[in-house]
Every structure is written in structure tokens, then in C-alpha cells.
């Protein structure tokens, strides 16, 4: 008996040992189990005030581009509240075409930041010749002379003392390349076409016919021609310029008397455009001429300083006249009293003819003495350069240069990028976190 009440009494003891046990099981269970609810509160917490915090980021970028996009006043760096939570704003200066715009948002001290690269929206036209021609070809008076290479769909034709520092091309099945003297310069000098004749060339020469011709180099007689090429706009691109001249809005007409200052664009000008002599005029935007553009002895255009290294282009579906002395600059701007172009940017002025005219006393483009480092580009007109006129580069369905005429080409035409200007189109060209 009494080993059965012993027996029972241990028994009683195991359960309640048992039953403890299990409660402290489940205690220290239960106890986990809120220090990890507690944990993922706070975690959730963290994330739902660094998620504040990003967003808050998120809406300094987004009111930043709003004012930049409309025009609104802005600061280089501001602040303001969202919802309990702060944002610091910083807008830097334009460099190389583009800003970067940078967006701290802070949510009870937790910290995000959000960065974005913001772009002037531009287009590359590759001018891979000191004078491109059409059909029409080439024709250079005495003294007349181009520094870079040529490729030309037609006849490249000199007189006496013209001359071309770089290669010369006269493709298609009549390509002709006579009365020239081609110089070498940098490896350049050499000349391609069917027909040679008359000619100087210091590097080599690859034809089918030749005739009174010098060359240094070496002689390549082939039976095969270079093909022609297309000109480097394509109407799609001028098209797009004119829609970026006609967001400015429309006025009837323009002229600026002699003397004046005044800036314009992006525009479009129904109608003939005329600057008298010294007059000086800023261009801030595309500027689309549906009638002549006169620019009369003495002119200055330049492109506003916000274009940077970019550059711009008037386009115009009627003629262009450019008198005696006129300068075009880039973003360098005018020098007033040296009546000069500043010190180069890589960036240059283009008058573009849309006209089709092909008669050389009514050329699409005319250019008189001492015109400046203009891009001209007429790729279905004709463009006449009278004595004297220097150019950086020209395109045309036909060119004539008369005597002194000269076209200095320079390298950075190569990868030209055209902007809308200043106030034009802009793009988010990087979006990202930010440490």
C-alpha cells in the first residue's frame, strides 16, 4: 500500500514537472514570439519611414523638373515639407549640355537620396567634309581655296591657284576632278575620280583617265568609281527643327533695324526675315524663316551662351542673302570690339535653305566678302560664295566659289550636335538612388 502511494505520489510529481515544463515551453515561446513581432514592428516601421523618406526624395526631383520644364522660378538649392518629412534640393549649373539634380528626403532622421541627370535634347549631324556637293559639283575660281576634304556627286572643277588641302572625291560614273591643285596636309592630298585632268596632287590618285595631271604618289588606275553619297540632313531632321521653332509660337514677319540689339527664338516667322547693317542679333532658340532671311553688311548673329557647346540653325524655305562682313558665332559670342567670334566652344551657327533654286544668279544661299565662320547648307539649292568669304563648312546641291574664296574646316564637325537651344527640349537622361 505503500508503494502504491509513493508510486502515485511520484507519478503527480512528473506531471506537475511535466505541466511546468510545458508552461515554461510555452512562455518562452510566447516571449519569442512578441520580441519578434516587436522586431518586425520596428523593421516595418524602418521601412515604412525610409520609404517616407525616399518618396519625399522622390518629390524634390519631380517638383525640381516641373519648374525647370514650365519656367518657374527656382533656386539652386531649396527646401520644403512633405507630410511631416523634408526634402534639400540642389540644382546644379548647365555642363556640357545638362544638369544634375539632386533630392535628399529625411523622415525622422532616416535618410534617402535621389539623383537625376537632366539633358538638352539634342540631334548629331555629322559633317565629315570641309564642302559637300550634289549633282551640280563643284566650282572654284582663281585663289579660291578649301581646307579639308571634299566629296562631291558631281564635277570638281578650278582655275588658276585653287587649291584644296586634303582629299578630293568626284563620284559616279562621271566624275571629274580637273584644274585643281590638291595639297597634302595631315596624310591628305590624294584625289578619286573617273576622270583627272590638269591637275596637281601630292598624295595619290586613283582614276580611269588621266591626263596632264602631277602626282607624288602612287597611280591606281581602276575601271570602278566611288558611289555618290546622300547629303547629312535628312527631311525628317528639318522637319524636326521646324516643329521645335513653331513650339515658340508664331509672329508675322521680323526685321531689326541697323544698330539694334534684340534676341529671338525659338520662333517661327511667317514671312520674310531681315537684319540691317550692325545690327546684332542673339538667337535663343531654333528660328524657322518661311519666307527670306536678308542679313545686310555688317550683321552679327550669335547664339545665346546657354547653348554651351551645342549648336543651332536658322531654317529657312526661301533664300538666304548674307552681305559684306557679316560674323556668325557660336555660343563664344560676339566681341564688339574686335567685331569677332570669341575663342571657339564647339559650337557653330547653320543657315539652312530649304529651296530648291539650282540657277546660280538666283542660288538658294548667297554669301558676299568676308561672311565668317557660318555652316551654309542647301542641299537642294545652289550656293554661290563670292571673294573672300570663310567658312567652317558648306553643303549644297551645287557650290561656286569665287576668287578667295575659302572653307576651313574643323574637326568637331565630325560629331556637330544641334540643339533646340537654351529653353528647348530636355530629357531625364539618368534616374537612380544615390548613397
Not at 507519478?11 to 519569442?32: C, D, K, P, Q, Y
Not at 545638362?98 to 534617402?112: E, L, P, V, Y
Request: charged share 15%; proline share 1%; glycine share 12%.
Amino acid at each position: 500500500m505503500v508503494k502504491i502511494k509513493k508510486l502515485i505520489l511520484e507519478r503527480g510529481f512528473v506531471a506537475i514537472f511535466i505541466a511546468i515544463l510545458i508552461l515554461v515551453i510555452i512562455l518562452a515561446i510566447g516571449l519569442s514570439v512578441s520580441n519578434l513581432v516587436l522586431n518586425l514592428q520596428k523593421v516595418s516601421g524602418n521601412v515604412t519611414r525610409s520609404n517616407q523618406a525616399y518618396f519625399t526624395a522622390e518629390a524634390g526631383i519631380e517638383d525640381a523638373l516641373l519648374r525647370l520644364a514650365k519656367g518657374k522660378q527656382w533656386q539652386s538649392s531649396y527646401s520644403f515639407s512633405v507630410e511631416g518629412s523634408t526634402t534639400a534640393v540642389g540644382i546644379s549649373d548647365v555642363i556640357g549640355g545638362s544638369r544634375t539634380i539632386t533630392s535628399q528626403g529625411n523622415f525622422s532622421n532616416r535618410i534617402r537620396k535621389t539623383q537625376v541627370v537632366y539633358q538638352i535634347s539634342t540631334d548629331e549631324i555629322s559633317f565629315h567634309y570641309g564642302v559637300q556637293v550634289g549633282d551640280l559639283g563643284l566650282q572654284m575660281a582663281g585663289n579660291a581655296v578649301v581646307h579639308g576634304n571634299i566629296f562631291s556627286n558631281g564635277i570638281i572643277a578650278g582655275a588658276s591657284n585653287t587649291k584644296i588641302y586634303g582629299d578630293a572625291i568626284s563620284a559616279g560614273a562621271n566624275g571629274k576632278i580637273q584644274s585643281i591643285e590638291i595639297k597634302s596636309t595631315e596624310g591628305g592630298g590624294s584625289a578619286w575620280a573617273r576622270y583627272l585632268q590638269d591637275c596637281k596632287i601630292d598624295g595619290d590618285a586613283y582614276y580611269t583617265s588621266i591626263s596632264s595631271c602631277s602626282v607624288k604618289g602612287s597611280l591606281y588606275q581602276t575601271e570602278e568609281w566611288v558611289a555618290p553619297q546622300q547629303m547629312p540632313i535628312t527631311d525628317e531632321q528639318i522637319t524636326s527643327w521646324k516643329n521645335d521653332a513653331a513650339a515658340g509660337g508664331t509672329i508675322s514677319g521680323y526685321s531689326l533695324g541697323g544698330n539694334n540689339e534684340a534676341s529671338l527664338g525659338p520662333v517661327k516667322v511667317d514671312g520674310n526675315m531681315t537684319l540691317d547693317s550692325n545690327a546684332i542679333l542673339t538667337i535663343t532658340g531654333t528660328i524657322w524663316v518661311t519666307g527670306n532671311l536678308s542679313l545686310n553688311s555688317n550683321v552679327a548673329l550669335q547664339l545665346a551662351s546657354g547653348y554651351g557647346s551645342f549648336s543651332g540653325v536658322i531654317v529657312v524655305d526661301g533664300h538666304i542673302s548674307v552681305a559684306s562682313n557679316v560674323t556668325l558665332c557660336g555660343a563664344e559670342g560676339y566681341n564688339k570690339t574686335s567685331k569677332k567670334c570669341n575663342s571657339s566652344m564647339g559650337s557653330y551657327l547653320m543657315l539652312l535653305s530649304t529651296n530648291n533654286s539650282t540657277d546660280p544668279g538666283n542660288p538658294a544661299i548667297s554669301a558676299t566678302s568676308n561672311t565668317k565662320t557660318a555652316i551654309l547648307y542647301a542641299s537642294d539649292g545652289f550656293i554661290s560664295l563670292s571673294s573672300n568669304a570663310k567658312l567652317r563648312e558648306a553643303t549644297g546641291y551645287g557650290i561656286s566659289m569665287s576668287s578667295n574664296a575659302e572653307v576651313t574646316y574643323v574637326t568637331g564637325l565630325a560629331d556637330a550636335k544641334f540643339s533646340s537651344g537654351p529653353g528647348g527640349k530636355w530629357k531625364v537622361t539618368s534616374w537612380k538612388e544615390v548613397e
